[in-house]
């Protein structure tokens, strides 16, 4: 396993488009987070699963964004009606436990124009 | 309320300098962890170390070293003999036991660049 995968890497689209972001964990982490983060600020929490259930989603997380993670695996990420806004990387991480170490992927950097 | 606090946006030293990245957390819970990352140009967090809040033994890792003080509310992370290749955006985090959901609560990012 080499770690925590995510498609696309980056993603430019038009204002009102929807679009969806995939991340990959490393394979026996149950634990998924999402973050964004915006230039010069530090990754925000947006969701987190443990296997397939989503347990807390922050208040960034509007009602245009949805996160799921079917059968526990693999997680998708999806905004609609992007707005300019929205522009941030996107970022994936996976750990096995509360205090074990999270392990990030690259990230997906959206661009709304 | 949960808080990380980086007051150092920016530190520049020139190579071979000792250089310490400031970290002050805001946390009601007696339970957490606290780490530090690094994020270099290509945008990966990469993992530096973990800290549980009973545990304040100071840490050394070859040029890196840490100083959790609780009484403080600090995680300060020292670069001894600074090197170019430690030019990146460092993050402290915080991580509560309550809610058991592990999520990392990020400070703003201290950006280091180490000059030739």
């Known amino acids: 396993d080499t770690g925590v995968s995510q498609d696309p890497r980056h993603k430019i689209t038009k204002r009102g488009q929807n679009v969806t972001f995939r991340c990959d964990p490393i394979s026996e982490h149950n634990r998924l987070y999402w973050y964004r983060q915006t230039l010069g600020q530090g990754p925000e929490f947006l969701t987190y699963?443990?296997?397939?259930?989503?347990?807390?989603k922050s208040r960034l997380l509007s009602d245009r964004f949805s996160a799921e993670r079917p059968k526990g695996s693999f997680s998708t990420l999806e905004i609609q009606r992007t707005e300019q806004g929205d522009s941030a990387m996107y970022l994936c991480?996976?750990?096995?436990?509360?205090?074990?170490?999270?392990?990030f992927g690259q990230g997906t950097r959206l661009t709304v124009v | 309320a949960q808080k990380v606090t980086q007051a150092q946006t920016e530190i520049s030293v020139v190579e071979k300098e000792d250089v310490t990245l400031d970290c002050v957390y805001e946390?009601?819970?007696?339970?957490?962890?606290l780490f530090w990352y690094k994020q270099p140009p290509s945008g990966e967090l990469v993992f530096l170390i973990r800290?549980?809040?009973?545990?304040?033994q100071n840490e050394i890792s070859g040029r890196y070293s840490w100083n959790f003080q609780k009484s403080t509310s600090s995680f300060n992370f020292t670069i001894t003999a600074s090197q170019v290749v430690d030019s990146a955006v460092y993050f402290c985090a915080l991580s509560e036991a309550a809610g058991n959901t592990g999520k990392l609560i990020f400070g703003q990012g201290t950006t280091l660049q180490v000059k030739p």
């Open positions: 991480a996976s750990r096995t436990g509360f205090g074990t170490e999270a392990f």
């Open positions: 946390t009601r819970d007696t339970t957490y962890y």
């Open positions: 800290r549980n809040s009973f545990d304040e």
């Open positions: 699963f443990q296997n397939e259930a989503q347990l807390e």
